[in-house]
């Protein structure tokens, strides 16, 4: 058993059992880095094959998998849910800069991370590209022993928590419930290698069971951590990593811990100390002062609203309390409300879903209207709207439809900015899900450690980012667009690309060709001259002030390129009010293609999506007629999934 799904508690009478099998299932797609043919999940989760099958489909039909024969693959709008939780943290938005300029200045990597029960779990990741880099990602867990946070972080633990520390030690010697690192069955500080004298030569004789092993001197390092202020990791993951780490404080309290990460290649453990840590403790102490100014902002805001007719924590814990007394009164009828609620317009994905999912709907506008009628609603939609998404999911897949899984996992996604904590029936109206379905699936991810309650007000924790979020967080453009071009190229029969801009030429970052005798040949990374391409046509209507003049000769490549400089910029100008472009035999003859922006977060174009073809296959009407609205179509469901990808890290786009 994982050491991040043990609970130490019996199941609820309320959970929701298809919720808890489903979260099962994306654990095991995240412990298998993503990707798993269904008999493998069956084998590792014990479900029922039928059961994996049907919590599979469901995830499809949500985006959250991807089911690709008989394997199913983690999705990037998967990460919708860790962003609820990054979001309700605020942490990385407001340190992340902080840490990338420290990693830019020291030129080593920086990482952000927070306790997680008896373990610590990393929020962002600023690593440098090197032969030998930091494998680590965003949401990785690791046990608090064997870093440089853990003991910060224990310094505030009590009786509780150390206990829950030995009680794991105990049952998992070999952290084997940390997939992000190696076994711990290295002995500490090399003893037992047979070399040495005296107590060292002794300890070598023993059993390998008694031999001091990685992190067995945790609270020793604790107590100096305390004492110091700092901590350190001396190899204690793997030779040759070493770390330092300085607690980044907010009321008093330790918000998160930022490490300074190297190899003894470059720095050893006192190295660290000394070089290091000055310019460290300049960097927490910046962010302190950031995470104080939100708060003096926050605080003011709180105030203002005092003069306002005020809905205070006090009232709506009471509020809380009275939701929970009521469905608990109403225990007997709840649990048959909950099936009429599953047909009703409530029982529906959240109207309040994160920001993710609104800022894909405001990239995509109406372009939604072309995708796959399998998508589920994205945005602030009307619960009604969100309705007719479960009632369709529902009628087209029957009993492989699993609503409650569906409902539970959209609970997590009612969090976020400015929504860090929410009682029962903020809950309920964020989801637009009956408060007695949002109440057992509140129980159902506490159970699990997936929320925390405190006085009827319910957090995420730093578990949600368990749920797909370590495979997930370093995938790239190509990645995300892939399976997108793939089924364009499968509807269309003919070749679909993606390409960047580098320099005044483009390169193909992504492609899928057609098996026809007469087809485009191009491979990933080919480049060519961007003027006479319709992806570089549209990338280069996107640069700032693109000068003609900057760019290579107009050199004519068939009789049709355009050469003249007016000419071609009045033509880069039609390219970005249309938001297309589509060049007829200008860089080979025979050859016809159209292309659309691929737009980041900011509106930024970042990459295009071609479809090319031989001119004696379609028109250049029909291609306006025919493939444009499908390529914006796929355009948008590439930027959809960039945006949730994208919302707290950089995505790479080659």
Same mark, same amino acid.
């Given at each position: 058993?994982?050491?991040?799904?043990?609970?130490?508690?019996?199941?609820?009478?309320?959970? =929701?059992?298809?919720?808890?099998?489903?979260?099962?299932?994306?654990?095991?797609?995240?412990?298998?880095?993503?990707?798993?043919?269904?008999?493998?999940?069956?084998?590792?989760?014990?479900?029922?094959?039928?059961?994996?099958?049907?919590?599979?489909?469901?995830?499809?039909?949500?985006?959250?998998?991807?089911?690709?024969?008989?394997?199913?693959?983690?999705?990037?709008?998967?990460?919708?849910?860790?962003? !609820?939780?990054?979001?309700?943290?605020?942490?990385?938005?407001?340190?992340?800069?902080?840490?990338?300029?420290?990693?830019?200045?020291?030129?080593?990597?920086?990482?952000?991370?927070?306790?997680?029960?008896?373990?610590?779990?990393?929020?962002?990741?600023?690593?440098?590209?090197?032969?030998?880099?930091?494998?680590?990602?965003?949401?990785?867990?690791?046990?608090?022993?064997?870093?440089?946070?853990?003991?910060?972080?224990?310094?505030?633990?009590?009786?509780?928590?150390?206990?829950?520390?030995?009680?794991?030690?105990?049952?998992?010697?070999?952290?084997?419930?940390?997939?992000?690192?190696?076994?711990?069955?290295?002995?500490?500080?090399?003893?037992?290698?047979?070399?040495?004298?005296?107590?060292?030569?002794?300890?070598?004789?023993?059993?390998?069971?008694?031999?001091?092993?990685? $992190?067995?001197?945790?609270?020793?390092?604790?107590?100096?951590?305390?004492?110091?202020?700092?901590?350190?990791?001396?190899?204690?993951?793997?030779?040759?990593?070493? !770390?330092?780490?300085?607690?980044?404080?907010?009321?008093?309290?330790?918000?998160?811990?930022?490490?300074?990460?190297?190899?003894?290649?470059?720095?050893?453990?006192?190295?660290?100390?000394?070089?290091?840590?000055?310019?460290?403790?300049?960097?927490?102490?910046?962010?302190?002062?950031?995470?104080?100014?939100?708060?003096?902002?926050?605080?003011?805001?709180?105030?203002?609203?005092?003069?306002?007719?005020?809905?205070?924590?006090?009232?709506?814990?009471?509020?809380?309390?009275?939701?929970?007394?009521? !469905?608990?009164?109403?225990?007997?009828?709840?649990?048959?409300?909950?099936?009429?609620?599953?047909?009703?317009?409530?029982?529906?994905?959240?109207?309040?879903?994160?920001?993710?999912?609104?800022?894909?709907?405001?990239?995509?506008?109406?372009?939604?209207?072309?995708?796959?009628?399998?998508?589920?609603?994205?945005?602030?939609?009307?619960?009604?709207?969100?309705?007719?998404?479960?009632?369709?999911?529902?009628?087209?897949?029957?009993?492989?439809?699993?609503?409650?899984?569906?409902?539970?996992?959209?609970?997590?996604?009612?969090?976020?900015?400015?929504?860090?904590?929410?009682?029962?029936?903020?809950?309920?109206?964020? #989801?637009?899900?009956?408060?007695?379905?949002?109440?057992?699936?509140?129980?159902?991810?506490?159970?699990?450690?997936?929320?925390?309650?405190?006085?009827?007000?319910?957090?995420?924790?730093?578990?949600?980012?368990?749920?797909?979020?370590?495979?997930?967080?370093?995938?790239?453009?190509?990645?995300?667009?892939?399976?997108?071009?793939?089924?364009?190229?499968?509807?269309?029969?003919?070749?679909?690309?993606?390409?960047?801009?580098? $320099?005044?030429?483009?390169?193909?970052?992504?492609?899928?060709?057609?098996?026809?005798?007469?087809?485009?040949?191009?491979?990933?990374?080919?480049?060519?001259?961007?003027?006479?391409?319709?992806?570089?046509?549209?990338?280069?209507?996107?640069?700032? $002030?693109?000068?003609?003049?900057?760019?290579?000769?107009?050199?004519?490549?068939?009789?049709?390129?355009?050469?003249?400089?007016?000419?071609?910029?009045?033509?880069?100008?039609? =390219?970005?009010?249309? $938001?297309?472009?589509?060049?007829?035999?200008?860089?080979?003859?025979?050859?016809?293609?159209?292309?659309?922006?691929?737009?980041?977060?900011?509106?930024?174009?970042?990459?295009?999506?071609?479809?090319?073809?031989?001119?004696?296959?379609? #028109?250049?009407?029909?291609?306006?007629?025919?493939?444009?609205?499908?390529?914006?179509?796929?355009?948008?469901?590439?930027?959809?999934?960039?945006?949730?990808?994208?919302?707290?890290?950089?995505?790479?786009?080659?």
């Amino acid at each position: 058993m994982r050491s991040e799904i043990r609970t130490g508690a019996a199941v609820p009478a309320e959970a =929701v059992t298809p919720l808890i099998r489903g979260i099962a299932v994306l654990r095991r797609l995240t412990e298998a880095d993503g990707s798993s043919s269904l008999s493998g999940l069956e084998r590792a989760t014990g479900l029922a094959r039928s059961t994996v099958d049907r919590i599979t489909a469901t995830l499809a039909r949500m985006g959250y998998v991807r089911l690709d024969g008989r394997d199913a693959v983690l999705a990037p709008r998967l990460m919708e849910l860790g962003n !609820a939780y990054l979001s309700a943290l605020r942490l990385p938005r407001l340190l992340d800069a902080h840490a990338d300029a420290l990693a830019d200045e020291l030129d080593e990597s920086v990482s952000l991370a927070v306790g997680d029960r008896d373990g610590i779990r990393f929020i962002h990741q600023a690593t440098r590209r090197r032969a030998m880099s930091l494998s680590f990602r965003i949401g990785d867990l690791l046990p608090a022993e064997r870093t440089a946070p853990g003991p910060l972080f224990a310094t505030e633990w009590g009786e509780q928590e150390w206990a829950r520390w030995h009680e794991r030690r105990a049952a998992d010697p070999e952290d084997r419930g940390f997939p992000a690192v190696p076994a711990r069955s290295r002995p500490l500080d090399g003893q037992g290698d047979g070399e040495g004298e005296g107590e060292g030569r002794s300890d070598a004789t023993a059993p390998a069971a008694q031999l001091p092993t990685v $992190g067995d001197d945790f609270e020793r390092r604790t107590a100096e951590a305390r004492e110091a202020g700092w901590a350190l990791d001396d190899q204690l993951i793997e030779p040759g990593l070493v !770390a330092i780490s300085l607690p980044v404080r907010e009321a008093g309290r330790i918000a998160c811990v930022v490490s300074v990460v190297s190899h003894t290649s470059r720095h050893t453990a006192s190295d660290l100390q000394d070089t290091l840590l000055p310019r460290l403790r300049k960097a927490v102490t910046a962010m302190e002062r950031d995470l104080r100014e939100a708060r003096d902002v926050r605080d003011a805001h709180d105030a203002h609203d005092v003069r306002k007719p005020r809905d205070s924590r006090e009232a709506r814990e009471s509020r809380g309390a009275q939701d929970s007394r009521g !469905a608990q009164d109403s225990r007997g009828a709840s649990d048959s409300r909950d099936a009429q609620d599953s047909r009703g317009a409530a029982d529906s994905r959240g109207a309040g879903e994160s920001r993710d999912t609104q800022d894909s709907r405001d990239a995509q506008g109406s372009r939604d209207n072309q995708g796959s009628r399998d998508a589920r609603p994205v945005g602030p939609v009307a619960p009604s709207g969100l309705a007719t998404w479960t009632s369709a999911s529902k009628q087209e897949l029957g009993r492989e439809f699993i609503e409650s899984l569906a409902r539970g996992l959209t609970v997590i996604t009612a969090f976020g900015e400015g929504r860090p904590e929410l009682t029962l029936t903020e809950v309920a109206q964020a #989801t637009g899900l009956a408060r007695a379905t949002a109440r057992r699936a509140l129980i159902t991810l506490e159970h699990l450690g997936y929320v925390t309650a405190h006085n009827r007000v319910f957090r995420l924790t730093p578990r949600v980012l368990g749920l797909g979020f370590p495979p997930l967080s370093r995938t790239s453009l190509p990645e995300i667009a892939a399976p997108h071009l793939t089924e364009l190229s499968q509807r269309l029969h003919d070749s679909v690309s993606l390409a960047i801009l580098a $320099g005044d030429e483009i390169q193909y970052t992504g492609r899928v060709s057609t098996s026809r005798i007469m087809s485009v040949h191009i491979t990933v990374g080919s480049r060519l001259p961007a003027y006479p391409t319709a992806l570089g046509r549209v990338l280069l209507a996107d640069q700032p $002030g693109t000068r003609v003049a900057d760019l290579r000769p107009l050199t004519p490549l068939t009789p049709r390129t355009i050469t003249d400089p007016a000419t071609f910029k009045a033509e880069l100008d039609r =390219v970005r009010k249309a $938001g297309y472009a589509l060049v007829d035999e200008e860089l080979e003859e025979g050859l016809r293609s159209v292309a659309v922006p691929v737009r980041e977060r900011g509106g930024r174009v970042v990459a295009a999506v071609n479809v090319a073809m031989h001119s004696s296959r379609r #028109t250049p009407e029909e291609c306006v007629r025919d493939v444009l609205p499908q390529l914006h179509a796929t355009a948008g469901r590439i930027e959809s999934d960039l945006r949730v990808a994208g919302r707290f890290r950089r995505v790479p786009l080659g």
